[in-house]
């Protein structure tokens, strides 16, 4: 068996915001010269996400209104205890927690082997400063 590993950094101005990185991925995966396998990618912080979905723009509107209705931003410290660290980001954590860490996809002839619709999808809850995500290919 044989992998390859490469970490992709973004820096999302907004505080909010889901990137489509599946075209990157998917160079990754075609440069790694893997055929059959699985590729991990994994967002490498606690505010970020990394998701499979429909690369809909109403859709991800929804989303961000969702997830702000289930953790609005509120910086001080009555909502979130987090926040009693000194951090502002409390909402951030638990937007993550909702929409996962982490995705693998079949890798088949070489590509992504996708349902219909589907893309890989980097959601930033806290942003403006650099943070990584790991992609991991491995097989033969």
Not at 71 to 85: I, K, L, V, W
Not at 94 to 111: F, P
Not at 121 to 127: L, R, S, V, W
């Amino acid at each position: 068996m044989r992998s390859t590993t490469e970490y992709l950094t973004f820096n999302v101005p907004k505080r909010m915001d889901f990137l489509n990185i599946t075209p990157r991925i998917s160079r990754i995966v075609e440069a790694s010269g893997i055929r059959e396998g699985l590729c991990l990618v994994n967002a490498m912080h606690i505010t970020a996400s990394v998701f499979i979905n429909d690369d809909e723009p109403g859709l991800h509107e929804d989303y961000k209104k969702w997830l702000e209705t289930l953790a609005p931003f509120d910086p001080s410290p009555e909502r979130y205890h987090h926040n009693r660290t000194g951090e502002d980001n409390g909402d951030a954590h638990h937007k993550r927690q909702v929409m996962g860490r982490e995705v693998v996809v079949a890798v088949t002839g070489g590509k992504l082997d996708f349902g219909p619709w589907e893309q890989i999808f980097y959601g930033e809850f806290d942003g403006r400063r650099p943070k990584r995500v790991l992609v991991k290919v491995i097989g033969e």
